[in-house]
């Protein structure tokens, strides 16, 4: 009877023993990760961003960027009339915060330097592109829900400019982190440029300019931009686009065309504020952008609308008496471009014909214009850029030409940039989009030649957080925009 008791005091020790060495591990299965790895958070960030750079942001554009108008098959929507509703942002906003600054926040407490750098250079992208579209927004107290950070659920709302005051600091940093990071510490994961911590420097350092650059005409930035084009190196070819690429397979398209092909509908047509503007430049990119009317009496040529007009049109004509989007826009394996070489080649000459910064301004001028040739497959025509007489121009009628070629070679690909910039250039000197080739609709309820300048603030943000600014209108400016 001893044998039996000490023999069950034995096993109950090691038992209690075996539990108290192990208890962590109860209930967990080792097959899985308790919590997301950062590789697993990059790619997931990056997945989302994609998505709200195409749908949310590109499509949500390219109408007040006046790439398209309504076309055939629904009635005259808001955005023609330009009726803003808060809840139009709601997807974005909620989806930039929760979905990809969050994971972006994750990465910047990596022990990675990589993953650190990677997910600050993103952090900078996504807060401009708040500020560009609110105003004011939450920053320095944004996604800070967790215990560590603070318990923080109805953050305060940071002043815009100071924002951007910010971002420059914060793209340092992550050059910082790049500088000490070992090549191999990202791989696959990063959907982006696929752990090639070089090109990320190269995005960095254009994206730093870009937001200098965009204060030039309230806020010139004038010294950091002189140092930054001496000592930066920047986005220059095809091979250095900062694009998340896509594939023809499912749960692997491009997200514009997903959402035509399953949800909205592809109806827009070409808009003849644009097809205007390259007809008179003879710029023979209007074939890239948009498809050729296949029936009617405009069979095999290009044929828009005047923006906004769709409700003069026959409505028994068939969407294929008109140009609508070409393959190059709207694609099942499209990338979503979030910086490409025109981009920042049109910066770098605006930012010598500012300055007069180290670039050669025409010799920048030539490279935007022609790394979207080239994009486009489209044979840039041998007298095209002396055509437009650069040289022969004052300051704003540079600045005018860097503006309008921006405009021109945003279309399709970076359609939501195209309408920022828009915003910025339609200055009081500006003598080309004051000049009519921005079309009042109709229907406007804006008066004649006022445009949407602004989102307005979310309604799932009014709802929830008491510190949100009072709403605003469509027609107030960012503090950027003069």
Do not use: C, M, W
């Given at each position: 009877m001893k044998v039996i008791y000490k023999s069950l005091v034995v096993l109950l020790l090691v038992f209690f023993t075996a539990c108290e060495e192990k208890i962590d591990e109860i209930n967990v299965n080792p097959d899985t990760f308790p919590t997301?790895?950062?590789?697993?958070?990059?790619?997931?960030a990056i997945g989302y961003l994609g998505f709200i750079q195409d749908v949310d942001l590109n499509m949500a554009s390219f109408l007040w960027a006046q790439y398209y108008t309504w076309g055939i098959g629904v009635s005259l929507g808001n955005e023609e009339r330009f009726v803003s509703e808060p809840g139009d942002g709601d997807n974005y906003w909620q989806r930039a915060y929760s979905d990809v600054l969050i994971d972006l926040k994750f990465l910047t407490k990596s022990e990675s330097p990589a993953y650190r750098g990677v997910a600050r250079i993103l952090q900078a992208y996504v807060?401009?592109?708040?500020?560009?579209?609110?105003?004011?927004?939450?920053?320095s107290e944004a996604v800070s829900g967790e215990i560590e950070d603070g318990a923080i659920l109805t953050p305060a709302y940071d002043n815009a400019a100071d924002v951007y005051a910010a971002l420059p600091g914060l793209i340092d940093a992550a050059l910082a982190d790049l500088d000490v990071a070992d090549d191999d510490e990202i791989g696959a994961d990063d959907l982006i440029y696929g752990g090639d911590l070089a090109a990320w420097t190269k995005f960095a350092y254009?994206?730093?300019?870009?937001?200098?650059?965009?204060?030039?005409?309230?806020?010139?930035q004038e010294t950091a931009i002189e140092q930054l084009i001496s000592s930066g190196t920047f986005i220059e070819t095809e091979a250095d686009l900062a694009e998340i690429a896509f594939a023809e397979q499912s749960g692997s398209q491009n997200p514009m065309w997903a959402r035509f092909e399953w949800g909205t509908?592809?109806?827009y047509f070409a808009s003849n504020a644009t097809l205007n503007v390259l007809d008179g430049l003879n710029d023979p990119r209007a074939t890239a952008f948009y498809s050729l009317a296949t029936t009617g009496s405009s069979a095999g040529q290009l044929r828009g609308i005047d923006q906004g007009t769709i409700e003069n049109e026959p409505f028994t004509a068939p969407a294929s008496d008109y140009s609508g989007s070409s393959p190059i826009a709207v694609g099942e394996a499209n990338s979503v471009i979030l910086m490409s070489p025109w981009e920042v080649w049109f910066l770098r000459a605006e930012a010598a014909a500012r300055y007069g910064t180290a670039d050669d301004e025409l010799a920048a001028l030539t490279s935007g214009i022609e790394t979207n040739f080239d994009y486009l497959g489209v044979d840039l025509p041998s007298d095209y850029i002396t055509s437009l007489n650069y040289a022969g121009e004052d300051l704003d009628g540079k600045i005018d030409i860097i503006a309008i070629q921006k405009w021109i070679s945003l279309n399709g690909t970076q359609e939501d940039e195209g309408w920022i910039e828009t915003r910025r250039f339609d200055r009081a000197a500006s003598r080309l989009f004051t000049?009519?080739?921005f079309q009042t609709p109709p229907y406007s309820v804006l008066p004649a030649g006022s445009f949407p300048a602004t989102w307005l603030y979310p309604g799932s943000e009014r709802s929830l957080n008491p510190n949100v600014p009072a709403q605003r209108t469509i027609t107030d400016k960012i503090f950027w925009d003069n």
């Open positions: 997301a790895n950062d590789a697993q958070v990059l790619s997931s807060y401009q592109g708040l500020v560009d579209h609110f105003g004011d927004i939450p920053f254009s994206l730093k300019l870009k937001i200098l650059l965009r204060t030039s005409e309230v806020t010139p509908g592809d109806f000049a009519g080739i």
